[in-house]
């Protein structure tokens, strides 16, 4: 076999495997969870429509995703200082957005970033939570 083809096969193979996104597995099935840049959504989109077609409101445990299908629950949580939400994805966010999340202002606060603005997080999608109200603590 060309040398060349057998180097080429063996690089993409480890590229792939390399760029892989951390897994962890939970009561036999394996969750991917995911890395990147939080932001939240501005007072400006506060009772508009969302992808879902409900209006948003800032007040309740939301995000916008692009990737994620509507109505999926997520755990969010704030690398720097470890506190986490359930959210559930209602909405979406911009084509051209590169952050992997768009947060409610609640969900923000509650993940300690409101000043920042911004935040790195870790994305894991969830089953449905018993109980969890989409409304914060306000």
């Known amino acids: 076999m060309n040398l060349n083809l057998v180097l080429t096969i063996f690089f993409h193979l480890f590229f792939m ?9 939970a009561a036999g099935k394996e969750k991917k969870v995911h890395y990147g840049t939080a ?3 501005g007072a400006k989109f506060h009772g508009k429509p969302m992808a879902n077609g409900e209006k948003f409101d ?3 445990l939301t995000a916008a995703h692009n990737k994620l299908p509507l109505g999926t629950w997520v755990k969010v949580s704030n690398l720097r200082n470890k506190k986490s939400v359930i959210v559930q994805i209602t909405d979406r966010m911009h084509a051209k957005n590169k952050r992997l999340i768009d947060l409610s202002k609640e969900a923000a606060r509650q993940l300690g970033f409101l000043k920042r603005g911004l935040a790195k997080v ?3 999608v ?3 939570p018993k109980n969890q109200p989409l409304k914060g603590n306000k």
């Open 58 to 60: 800032e007040r309740k």
């Open 17 to 25: 495997v390399a760029s892989a996104q951390p897994a962890t597995k």
């Open 122 to 124: 870790s994305v894991e």
């Open 126 to 128: 969830i089953e449905k």
């Open 39 to 41: 932001s939240y959504y």
